[in-house]
């Protein structure tokens, strides 16, 4: 008899302790890493490292809460005598990792940065681009920075297909019945940048149907007849 009390006993022990056990509380949640602060990108480094006799010349920026798009001339003013330089330099001043397409393999400026300045002759893009559809990427308080010259110059008549040009950074190509220079005048540009945020350990690309987000803005450009 005693030894059925006992073994009564033991497993209304056991039972209490399955229940007990069944109740306990869940583990605490594992500790929560707070959220760094958005990198502040100093872009002293570049002026630094890039400064060239004539200096740099700030035109616009255009921002979101991700990119920052810096756009600089070459010198004070331009005529119809220079090649007109711009640097654009596009930072990611926010938490995420920034993909943008390439394009081209022969792109000396990639297929996300779009910068207009009509009639002006853009000289940076190739006369043949493939679709190789590279892609680079900025992470966190990095920087890149693309040369965008323009020529002075339009086609001496308007044609479904103009004069091809390609990477050409001289005057005297221009200098031929097939082109003339362009009015002097105010001019407006217009820049996009197109980018899509990826997070770790995601593919470094980006794909039809990814919706990117884009960077916009006008800047002013005036061409003088001689120098300033």
């Known amino acids: 008899m005693k030894t059925k009390k006992i073994v009564v006993l033991l497993l209304a022990l056991l039972l209490a302790l399955a229940v007990v056990g069944c109740v306990s509380p869940p583990p605490p949640p594992p500790p929560v890493t707070p959220v760094e602060p958005p990198v502040e990108v100093d872009l002293e480094e570049y002026y630094n490292e890039n400064e060239n006799e004539a200096g740099r010349y700030e035109v616009s920026e255009f921002s979101d809460e991700n990119i920052l798009v810096t756009l600089f001339y070459d010198r004070a003013s331009h005529t119809q005598e220079h090649i007109v330089g ?13 993909v943008f397409q390439v394009g081209s393999g022969s792109n000396r400026v ?9 009639p002006l002759t853009a000289l940076f893009r190739p006369v043949i681009q493939t679709m190789d559809m590279r892609h680079h990427v900025l992470m966190p308080g990095e920087y890149v920075a693309f040369e965008l010259p323009f020529a ?17 950074e001289d005057l005297e190509f221009f200098q031929n019945e097939e082109w003339e220079p362009v009015p002097i005048g105010e001019y407006i540009g217009n820049l996009t940048f197109s980018y899509l945020i990826r997070g770790e350990g995601e593919y470094d690309m980006i794909v039809e ?8 803005g006008t800047f002013q450009f ?4 001689e120098e300033a």
Do not use: C, H, K, W
Request: hydrophobic share 45%; charged share 20%; net charge negative.
């Open 209 to 216: 149907g990814d919706e990117v987000s884009t960077v916009e």
């Open 222 to 225: 005036l061409l003088f007849a």
């Open 152 to 168: 002075p110059y339009m086609p001496a008549e308007e044609t479904e297909f103009p004069p091809m040009i390609g990477f050409v």
């Open 110 to 118: 990639p297929d996300a940065l779009q910068v207009n300045l009509e």
């Open 86 to 98: 711009l640097t654009a330099i596009i930072a990611n001043i926010g938490e995420e990792r920034v």
